[in-house]
């Protein structure tokens, strides 16, 4: 394989390229966007939702507390009432 060769081949590939296009410019025109009431309310929720925590710390902190010491029970029957109140939701 002949070196020179190379360039000859590649100027054969940089005939065939595309040109770019060329931007137009559009003068007057504008984009312009406008969100509804209920998006405006929906961003609203979307914040608070994002400060907020994923864990209710004034409810699970008592439990972890009674975890912790021991000192948490559960009794099998309610446990039974939700198993079967759940397994009848999933139906």
Not at 6 to 16: D, H, P, R
Not at 20 to 35: E, F, T
Not at 36 to 54: F, N, P, R, T
């Amino acid at each position: 394989m002949r070196i020179e060769a190379y360039t000859q081949v590649q100027s054969l590939y940089n005939t065939k390229k595309t040109a770019k296009a060329q931007p137009q410019s559009k003068v007057g025109v504008s984009d312009k966007l406008q969100i509804s009431g209920i998006g405006k309310d929906i961003q609203i929720a979307k914040q608070a939702l994002a400060g907020s925590g994923d864990i209710r710390e004034d409810v699970t902190a008592p439990i972890k507390a009674k975890i912790d010491a021991g000192t948490y029970e559960v009794g099998v029957e309610s446990f039974a009432d939700k198993l079967m109140q759940k397994y009848e939701e999933m139906r």
